[in-house]
């Protein structure tokens, strides 16, 4: 009988390693294949599986070589690897350790998901202007997954921890294949017509096949036209589908689906606690207040005895009334003085009338006669007046044959004013003629006498 031999699992997966590593060398070979799972850890490393039609390997490239890319990698998308084979020993998995990657081109599934994006997103699909706000709170809800799928799971166990109290309906759906669509609109546009607060439409983590189903065009419509409050919890935080844009609110994950519409009962109940504190602090402050009021009251001397407070206000009432009917006997003694001194005033105001009239009568007849005086005398000297300027007149000297000559319009008073054939206008009472100034003869004894 030949000795058996042992060895641990550690053993053979290090032999085998040994043996890839030292026997396969990729370093001048690009492994082509599509990108598909793929994760961008917060460290920088990037997980992924690398594929085609007939197979399947995990991949991880370090941040160290991250880095170094120039472009950003995508799901779906058809590259070209530059990777050493190696054994992960924790798992026993094949995996390749990537160094470089290079574009070969988008895959078919990317590709569509390409063009029925741009589409949807410039028909109006994806406005924020179109999405409804969040409701102020949640009493019930539908929930669009698959029956048997861990989604509904973590969503029903963040449900029970937060708000167990809320009225919760499942629609069981496909959530994965061919039939998914169809079969998610159909329970969409159902659950749509039951007035719920919101509409939860979840699926666990998959690959981007796993997930195209939420890429459907007539399910980014049905959505559209939901009359309820929709939010998308689809697959990682990674993972975005065409479902996650259409809907009112976007989830990372189903839990956080499940977070967005209900409250931390915890929270709540700290709130209500501190509200309860708070109410019953304000309600013993009024009650020592309304104490302490009521106190003052019962201490109040006229509420000790309401008697003397009646005694008190009727004695002033008395002086009150005394007072009013003394003002009164006042006010009738005024009102007689007041007449009396009107109608005095009223009799000095009718004599003072009477010989102001008296008066202004003499001064008028005073007046008319002194107009009548001086106009007399203005008469008289305007006779006198006339009678002397009509003495004076030129006119009265030609009345008594006298004449007088003009030169040039103008009186002669010397005879040295004419000269030999001067002409000359003589103008008597009652005419006047033309000469000739034919001789002169200066009269001395006009001097002499």
Sequence with gaps: MSQERVVAVSSVLQRIKVIL???????RVWIQGEISNLTKHRSGHYYFSLKDDKGEMNCVMFSSYVRHLDFSL????????????????????????????????????????????????????????????????????????????????????????????????????????????????????????????????????????????????????????????????????????????????RAVTPTAAAQWVTPDQVEIAQKIRSSQTQIENRIQTLLQNQMSQLKYLQNHPYLRDPLSWVYEKKIRLDHAQEALDHSRYRLQQYKAQLLKTDQDLFQRIKHSLHLKTIDHSHKTNQLKEMILKVQTQQKQRFSQTMLLLDACSPLKILERGYSVALKEGKPVHDIKELEINDPVKVVLEKGSFDALVLSKEEKTWLKNN
């Design 74 to 249: 995508e799901e779906g998308m058809s590259v070209q690897v530059q990777a050493s084979v190696n054994v992960y020993e924790p798992r026993g998995s094949l995996q390749l350790y990537v160094r470089n990657i290079r574009q070969d081109g988008l895959g078919a599934l990317y590709l569509e998901y390409q063009k029925r994006y741009k589409k949807l997103k410039d028909a109006g699909y994806f406005l924020d202007d179109h999405k409804k706000n969040k409701p102020e709170w949640f009493d019930k809800i539908a929930i669009i997954t698959a029956k048997e799928g861990a989604a509904l799971q973590d969503a029903l166990k963040t449900f029970q921890r937060r708000w167990p109290m809320l009225q919760i309906d499942l629609y069981p759906s496909y959530v994965q294949g061919k039939l998914a669509p169809k079969s998610l609109i159909r329970a969409i546009q159902k659950a749509d017509q039951k007035n719920y607060d919101a509409l939860l439409i979840i699926r666990g983590g998959g690959s981007f096949e796993d997930l195209f189903c939420f890429n459907d065009e007539n399910l980014v419509k049905t959505l559209y036209e939901c009359k309820t409050y929709t939010v998308s919890g689809v697959g990682h935080e990674v993972d975005t589908t065409l479902c996650d844009l259409v809907c009112d609110h």
């Design 21 to 27: 590593t030292e026997t396969f060398d990729f370093s």
